[in-house]
């Protein structure tokens, strides 16, 4: 058996001795296919083939700024407390536009936390691609916000997802059908604030399980759905929550017949509340008061489906972050929400704040300045749409982060994302938003093999939780600086 073993490694040993013969004299291997067509196959040099393993970019800047940021994030992160004499000069990733008449990009945001928190629930809208999604970055911001200025619950929920999230555990039967503005697009543009709308299908009752007995059936409506047609027609979600919460919401739209909806505790046939969703509306936010708030839910819908925009779940002030990601989504999709209904939905909402993070998926595919222009003009009309449908809307652009792909067998960042970073955040001061500098934040150039060889995120971007408890701390601390400058700005600091 030993002598077997020993044979082996002497092969493997002699085979590689006689490649890299082979590779120090640099042959040159043709081979001929059909049609008379030659492929010639070249060896790598001897001299690289020696330093190819050793050789890696690196950026000692990135290195000090891990090690300084995993120092911080072993101390208490719930909060950030930031002093408020700092100058806006002494945070160099965040860039304003010119003021228009004195009044800052985010402003309307900041008279919201002041005026409105204190006895309503002021929403910020976390936009963004596979980065966020799945809540993240999104619930380590909401938990940051929620200290500071008071709030409950995990926000926006959706009805159907390819994500788990960090923040609850959802199923869903198998009959929802879930529309994007990145797939399964809707010809009239009737998308949830999220970029997302859903429905349930027709399907048989032993897909359904658990279903409560309402024992108060006939008082909800004299349209009873299960005395139609759509009797058969029924659906389930299961949700459970991390966190406490006291209000619980519906978003749907388009109810051409009644729809029953009934929660209750999971695994248990006690209703702890009802509704009925029937306005034809294109949008509607219909709330259900449970007689206990239950971590663990199951909602049951009955009767033809109207177009569902989301679920949430709330306290009744302070602030919500609600997460809004779809995988492999570069933002320019977001077009295709209607505008009436943006509108709506927005203010309906009470969102006052979009943070707004793509450009990651454009970053394999930029070549050139056609591209980069492509890119400008895509974000210029977001900026504009957005703006547009909502005058008191702030905006906070997050740039691009760095990505590593390998070039001649190494590990580097790739060339074209300071270009896109330039004409993303020109694109963002131009339409009067904020921009975050995630890019320089991070180290710049090759700043991701530091990210990564720390563990606070994979090469091709992605932050590990850690790495995303650690990009929250930032982006809230930039935001709670600026407000306490516009809080001395305006006499409001009592």
Not at 117 to 142: C, T
Not at 333 to 341: F, P, S
Not at 467 to 494: P, R
């Amino acid at each position: 058996m030993k002598l077997k073993q020993l044979e082996t490694v002497l092969i493997l040993f002699f085979s590689g001795l006689l490649l890299a013969l082979y590779s120090y004299y640099r042959p040159e291997i043709s081979m001929s296919f059909l049609k008379g067509e030659t492929v010639n196959f070249d060896f790598i040099p001897f001299d690289k083939l020696l330093t190819l393993s050793l050789k890696s970019n690196h950026n000692s800047k990135a290195d000090s700024l891990t090690d300084k940021l995993l120092a911080q994030s072993l101390t208490d992160t719930a909060t950030v407390k930031v002093e408020a004499s700092k100058k806006e000069q002494e945070m160099p990733f965040l860039s304003l536009p010119s003021s228009n008449g004195g009044v800052g990009p985010l402003d309307n945001f900041f008279s919201a936390l002041k005026l409105d928190a204190p006895k309503k629930v002021v929403r910020i809208a976390h936009y963004g691609d596979s980065q966020i999604e799945g809540d993240r970055i999104s619930s380590n911001l909401r938990a940051k916000f929620i200290h500071e200025f008071g709030g409950e619950g995990v926000g926006f929920i959706p009805f159907e997802d390819v994500a788990e999230c960090v923040s609850y555990t959802r199923t869903s039967s198998k009959n929802w059908k879930r529309f994007t503005v990145f797939h399964d697009k809707l010809k009239k543009g009737n998308f949830g604030l999220s970029g997302m709308s859903f429905i349930y299908l027709k399907h048989g009752k032993d897909e359904i399980s658990e279903e409560p007995i309402d024992e108060d059936d006939k008082s909800i409506t004299e349209n009873d759905p299960e005395k139609t047609e759509n009797i058969e027609t029924s659906t389930m979600i299961n949700i459970t929550l991390r966190s406490p919460y006291s209000r619980l919401a519906i978003q749907y739209g388009n109810a051409e017949s009644p729809c029953k909806v009934i929660v209750c505790k999971r695994g248990k046939k006690e209703v702890l509340g009802k509704a009925v969703l029937q306005s034809n509306e294109d949008y509607n936010e219909q709330e259900i008061p449970l007689s206990s708030n239950e971590r663990q839910l199951c909602f049951t819908f009955k009767g033809k489906s109207p177009v569902f925009y989301g679920i949430t779940i709330d306290g009744d002030k302070g602030v919500q972050v609600d997460n809004y990601g779809i995988r492999g989504h570069s933002g320019n999709g977001l077009m295709k929400i209607n505008n009436l209904l943006l509108s709506k939905e927005i203010e309906q909402s009470n969102t006052r704040l979009l943070l707004l993070q793509f450009g990651a998926n454009t970053i394999p595919y930029v070549k050139d300045g056609k591209t980069l222009n492509y890119i400008a003009q895509e974000f210029a009309k977001l900026f504009k749409k957005f703006k547009e449908a909502n005058r008191n809307i702030s905006i906070l652009v997050i740039g691009v982060g760095d990505m590593a792909t390998r070039i001649d067998g190494e590990y580097t960042s790739y060339p074209m994302i300071p270009q896109i970073r330039d004409v993303l955040k020109k694109s963002a001061l131009d339409a009067g938003c904020a921009y975050f500098d995630l890019y320089e934040y991070m180290g710049g150039k090759d700043a991701i093999l530091s990210w990564s060889k720390k563990g606070l995120a994979s090469k091709d971007g992605h932050f590990s939780p850690q790495g995303q408890e650690i990009v929250a701390d930032e982006i809230f601390k930039v935001l709670l600086n600026n407000y306490d400058l516009f809080k001395k700005k305006y006499h409001l600091n009592s």
